[in-house]
């Protein structure tokens, strides 16, 4: 039985924690606001770039010579995969989603016998997967910035990409990030960025009389030339979105854990004050008891 | 009121403008073209320039974009900017400030990275200036 002063040093010990725990929950909650901001602020350009691209596409599509960013390289043998994971930990099943699908991912494609190559964005998904595949990543960033992401960063890694994929280094690109849907929910999201993919939604949309209306486009200068400046601009921009996802569902899954190691914390405050207080009290009786039999005694 | 058509300004960041317009005039690369409704499809790239927006026959608002693309179509105009900055908000010292800091970093660029570096910011702070006296 652990004695009075154990259990008040205990009780010590978690209510700090526990004052530690809210204030990392008060602290990403407020960057989840204005993470969530924007990340939906962010969608509209992600979107109408897609669309553009999307036009473009169906009236380039099939012509010679089209820019391998759009048509891809022909093959299919190496694989880039861009793991965007956060930069430090305590924020739940964040950080585990990611790395367990992309780990998945890497089996899968080595499995049908592809090259595979790994740029790490972010601390933690480095650090987890240089174990396993240590001689596959070929990069690795976590300049991530705290608060907000500014499109530099994006940028950046986007320029990176495009390096070696003009250096003729991979064929496929994939990004895998969390998708933000709520504070407790966030989607692992695996979507490939080159060759330029058109997503369902712009599919969908392509009915009989949008097909007829994107025939007869004006392009100014050429499509080539637009294409040229717009396709490397939409891997940044993937990439840019890609990010604002996963630093609003870091903030989340923050907030969760938090929240939920903040009533953790409560609930054992309780239970040790309740133990606290019974040996007290169960101490009182049988120092009393003990001087009532002495007196007895005598 | 006359026909409008739906004008969008994006910037990466945000969605920065979307409203119905008369006319919005675009600084394309290869020229200025004005969107109006039933605007033939287009689709353009945009140099560094300002971006006039015409209600009732009058420029009710300027904004200087550091290029990006536009769409246009019958019903709507879409422009993609790098960076927009509204002309109503920006003061003549901000833009000086600018001119100065591209200068000072054309200085001090010491490698072609850097020097081209500078050099864009340098044509992006003149444009903004341009743009600003009309």
């Known amino acids: ?298 | 009121m006359a026909e409008t058509t739906e004008f969008e300004l994006v910037s990466p960041e945000r969605l920065l403008f979307s409203e119905p317009v008369e006319m919005a005039v675009i600084p394309g690369t290869e020229g200025d073209f004005g969107a109006m409704p039933r605007h033939a499809p287009l689709l353009s790239t945009v140099r560094p320039g300002a971006i006039a927006i015409y209600n009732g026959g009058k420029v009710t608002r300027r904004i200087f974009i550091a290029g990006g693309f536009a769409e246009v179509n019958e019903d709507r105009c879409t422009v993609l900017a790098d960076e927009a900055i509204d002309l109503a908000e920006i003061s003549a010292e901000d833009i000086q400030k600018r001119l100065q800091a591209a200068d000072d970093l054309l200085k001090e660029a010491s490698n072609d990275g850097e020097k081209a570096e500078a050099t864009t910011a340098k044509v992006l702070a003149q444009a903004l200036a341009d743009a600003a006296k009309g």
């Open chain 1, 1 to 298: 039985m652990a004695s009075l002063k154990d259990l008040r040093s205990r009780i010590t010990s978690v209510k700090s924690t526990q004052k530690i725990t809210s204030a990392m929950k008060m602290v990403a909650a407020s960057r989840l606001r204005r993470a969530q901001e924007n990340a939906e602020a962010a969608r509209p350009y992600a979107q109408r770039m897609e669309r553009m691209l999307g036009n473009l596409a169906v009236s380039v599509a099939g012509t010679a010579g089209a820019s391998p960013l759009l048509a891809g390289t022909g093959k299919d043998d190496t694989h880039l995969v861009v793991v965007m994971t956060a930069n430090r930990g305590l924020c739940g099943g964040f950080n585990g989603s990611i790395i367990r699908a992309s780990r998945l991912l890497v089996q899968d494609l080595k499995a049908q016998g592809k090259t595979v190559k790994i740029l790490c964005v972010g601390k933690k998904g480095n650090d987890a997967l240089k174990r396993e595949y240590a001689k596959d990543i070929v990069g690795f960033t976590d300049e991530l910035g705290t608060k907000t992401i500014g499109f530099s960063v994006a940028d950046d890694i986007g320029a990176r990409v495009l390096k070696m994929f003009e250096a003729g280094e991979f064929d496929v690109c994939t990004i895998v990030y969390n998708t933000f849907k709520s504070a407790i929910a966030q989607i692992v999201t695996k979507q490939r960025i080159i060759p330029f993919a058109l997503p369902e939604a712009v599919n969908d949309n392509r009915s009989a009389p949008a097909a007829a209306a994107k025939a007869i486009y004006e392009y100014e200068p050429s499509e080539e030339e637009i294409l040229d400046a717009l396709l490397p601009k939409n891997v940044a921009i993937q990439i840019y979105r890609g990010l604002l996802e996963n630093f609003a569902s870091e903030q989340g899954a923050r907030m969760t854990a938090m929240d939920n190691a903040t009533r953790n914390a409560g609930d054992m405050i309780k239970k040790l004050t309740l133990t606290y207080n019974r040996t007290r009290q169960a101490q009182i009786t049988k120092e009393l008891i003990e001087i009532i039999s002495g007196a007895e005694a005598l």
